[in-house]
């Protein structure tokens, strides 16, 4: 194991480590046939995906439309081909962006079909048995951790990439009683808003508040165990990989093909995350690669029309609103103080204030800490 990834088990994560119970059983099954392979004697056995005879792909990022093809397909097969079509609810979708909960991180509103919030409610109401699986789509400035930028150099590609997005997965297992919380990276994740804003918190909310039936239901962060996740250990090898939908339809895979897997001690998705995170950072590149050139192999569906979109108030679902507040008031010294002394654009820095306008406190923080700032400049010695 390299320094790099021994580095990452700080103490920081601790409190998340629970000593590694990792099923020993693990059963390789063709994946475009997987079903014929799986028996109810499986009940203690992880299975995975045989892709060793896939060449590993060259791309760096999975996008929307494959993303949403694929996760039809999936479903599609599960529901016609295995032995329990009905272990998970099948919902239809009208559009690409429909297979998403986006929560956007720029506007600070969660956007949601209206058909599909009606569909997860018949879901949870009808299908006592079965899992809901709700991809996440988290849309953000893509800005430096602590906005540690060198002012001084005059950098041009500074504000390159200033919008990107990643993605994560829910699945409410109406079975187990939970609600589990899939993210690629683990606990690791340093995009700007990780430090404040906590979406594993934001999104239990969300769904609780919705959905009120399931209130009761635990919901598990599959990262407590396991806080290194996949894409973060696949990043020591390949830094330029951008996989968190592969990563996240990998994980749908593999969750739905263990649909007899009776868990002992941790949850099914916690187990399934154990035993695709022991591997080493070479391996963990290369089955999200390998797997990436399976889903090339797979058909493509027809196209969608548009449907109605519901929006909600993200504001709702953040327990701290005063950690926000005082991010912005620093935010605003920052840009303006070193506007005072360096001649370059703080598109980056500018980018996010302006997303901070639904505060409601936004105008009053704003001319305060303006005013604060020519005082000093002014008045100190």
């Known amino acids: ?8 088990y700080t103490d920081d994560f601790s409190q998340y480590i629970i000593p590694p119970q990792v099923i020993t059983n693990v059963k390789y099954v063709d994946p475009y046939n997987p079903y014929s392979e799986i028996t109810n004697k499986d009940s203690d056995t992880i299975v995975l995906p045989k892709l060793d005879n896939f060449k590993l792909s060259n791309i760096n990022a999975l996008d929307d439309t494959t993303f949403s093809e694929c996760l039809d397909l999936l479903l599609f097969n599960f529901n016609i081909l295995s032995q329990s079509g009905k272990k998970v609810c099948a919902m239809f979708f009208n559009k690409i962006e429909e297979f998403f909960i986006h929560l956007n991180l720029i506007t600070f509103q969660i956007d949601i079909s209206h058909d599909i919030m009606i569909q997860i409610q018949n879901c949870i109401n009808n299908n006592p048995s079965g899992i809901i699986i709700l991809p996440v789509r988290l849309d953000f400035l893509n800005i430096q951790k602590e906005y540690n930028l060198d002012l001084s150099n005059g950098n041009d590609n500074v504000n390159q990439n200033v919008h990107t997005a ?4 829910i699945i409410i297992d109406n079975t187990w009683k939970t609600i589990e919380f899939y993210e690629p990276h683990g606990i690791t994740l340093e995009h700007a808003y990780s430090d ?25 962060n599959v990262s407590n165990s396991c806080p290194i996740g996949a894409q973060t ?19 749908i895979m593999v969750r739905i093909l263990n649909f007899n897997f009776v868990p002992i001690g941790k949850n099914i998705s916690q187990t399934i995350n154990e035993i695709i995170t022991k591997e080493t950072p070479q391996q ?17 569906l027809p196209s969608r029309v548009m449907m109605h979109i ?14 926000i507040e005082t991010r912005l008031r620093n935010l605003i010294r920052l840009y303006f103080m070193n506007a005072m002394f360096y001649k370059r654009d703080f598109k980056l820095i500018f980018e996010e204030i302006i ?12 001319i305060d800490e303006l005013n604060k700032t020519h005082d000093n400049v002014n008045f100190n010695p």
């Open 1 to 8: 194991m390299s320094d790099t990834f021994s580095d990452l």
């Open 166 to 169: 990643h993605s994560n997965l």
């Open 196 to 220: 404040f804003i906590q979406i594993p918190q934001i999104l239990e909310k969300f769904i609780k508040t919705s959905f009120p039936s399931i209130n009761n239901y635990s919901f598990i």
């Open 233 to 251: 250990i696949q990043g020591i090898h390949n830094a330029n990989a951008g996989h968190c939908l592969a990563w996240s339809l990998y994980f």
């Open 284 to 300: 963990i590149d290369s089955t999200i690669r390998r797997f990436l050139t399976y889903i090339e192999t797979l058909g493509v």
């Open 310 to 323: 519901n929006k909600y108030n993200l504001q709702y679902f953040i327990e701290n609103k005063s950690q």
């Open 355 to 366: 997303s901070y306008k639904a505060l409601p406190n936004y105008h009053e923080i704003f």
